[in-house]
């Protein structure tokens, strides 16, 4: 009796937990793993392996320390791992995508890895068309480059497509009430159209079960999925983003005489110069505040400017 009430209480007070005891109950699902390394433009990915929902967070950990400890790669705050998926089709079909992704929009190679959370074996998937990049077995992996015959992209349902055309205006109010200046809405309503139709598989579970893509608000803070905002970086409009927000944030500062206008200009001009190479560092919605602090960190004091 008294173990049934504490399980009450706790399913009544703490959700997340709930969750995690249920998924724990599942049977494993199919994840697998993708990161990207901005700076020498190329990326990692693993096969796709089976894994417990609630493990979600070790599976995340234990691959971003072999990115950290095998590749260097130390900027990965980020959900790297997605899964469970609702099948292995459905794993491979984004998997693919990012592949096809990085091939042809991009123009970068991928690695592929041997590794899968645990020592988990790795699924099989039946070969589809031949890839768009030429494969090398090594000891580590299969790095991939260019190649004559690109495979045929993940296409999404016409429902998805409907649903993902009929966002963008969603989309659209999102960014100017939350990131005007920062981006040309039209192309972030894009990039958000863009993510629907190469990530078909993305979905979130609710506490009751239901599921749901995830909104527009969870793209933008990296609750699980990320959106990749590459394509809408304009360093002119980053520049001059970060210089207007620096320069407002002193106004008071000026007012009262505690820092000249010159010096705030000065300041101002070396975090527009050094804002948006920290921002393509990590182009994602979530990390813009930490790479304005970041560039403003370099820029010293605005005092000695």
């Not at 001059?240 to 620096?246: D, G, K, L, Y």
């Not at 010293?300 to 400017?305: C, E, H, V």
Request: contains cysteine; glycine residues 6%.
């Amino acid at each position: 009796m008294r173990r049934s009430r504490v399980l009450s209480l706790a399913a009544a007070g703490a959700s997340s937990l709930l969750l995690v005891s249920t998924a724990g109950a599942q049977a494993p699902g199919p994840f697998y793993c993708a990161t990207r390394d901005f700076a020498k433009r190329v990326a990692y990915v693993s096969p796709i392996f089976n894994a417990q929902a609630a493990d979600i967070q070790k599976v995340n950990a234990e691959w971003h320390a072999m990115m950290t400890a095998k590749y260097g790669i130390t900027a990965l705050p980020y959900q790297s791992c997605n899964g469970p998926y609702p099948s292995v089709a459905s794993a491979d079909t984004t998997r693919r995508a990012f592949l096809e992704f990085m091939h042809t929009r991009m123009n970068q190679p991928v690695t592929e890895l041997n590794w899968t959370y645990a020592g988990a074996p790795a699924i099989t998937v039946a070969e589809h068309a031949p890839s768009a990049a030429t494969s090398t077995a090594s000891a580590g992996g299969t790095s991939t480059g260019s190649a004559a015959a690109p495979a045929a992209p993940a296409v999404a349902t016409a429902a998805d497509s409907a649903d993902a055309l009929a966002e963008m205006s969603v989309s659209k109010g999102y960014c100017e009430q939350n990131y005007r200046g920062l981006f040309d809405c039209d192309c972030f309503a894009r990039a958000v159209l863009r993510h629907r139709l190469e990530h078909p598989g993305e979905w979130e579970t609710l506490k009751m079960g239901e599921r749901r893509r995830p909104p527009v608000h969870d793209l933008a803070i990296g609750i699980q999925y990320k959106l990749d905002c590459s394509d809408c970086l304009d360093d002119a409009r980053l520049s001059a983003w970060a210089r207007n927000r620096t320069r407002g944030e002193f106004e008071q500062m000026v007012m009262t005489k505690m820092l000249t206008q010159a010096q705030v200009d000065r300041y101002a001009e070396c975090v527009a110069t050094a804002f948006p190479k920290r921002y393509r560092e990590m182009p994602y919605l979530d990390k813009y505040q930490q790479a304005l602090n970041d560039a403003r960190a370099s820029c010293g004091n605005p005092q000695s400017s």
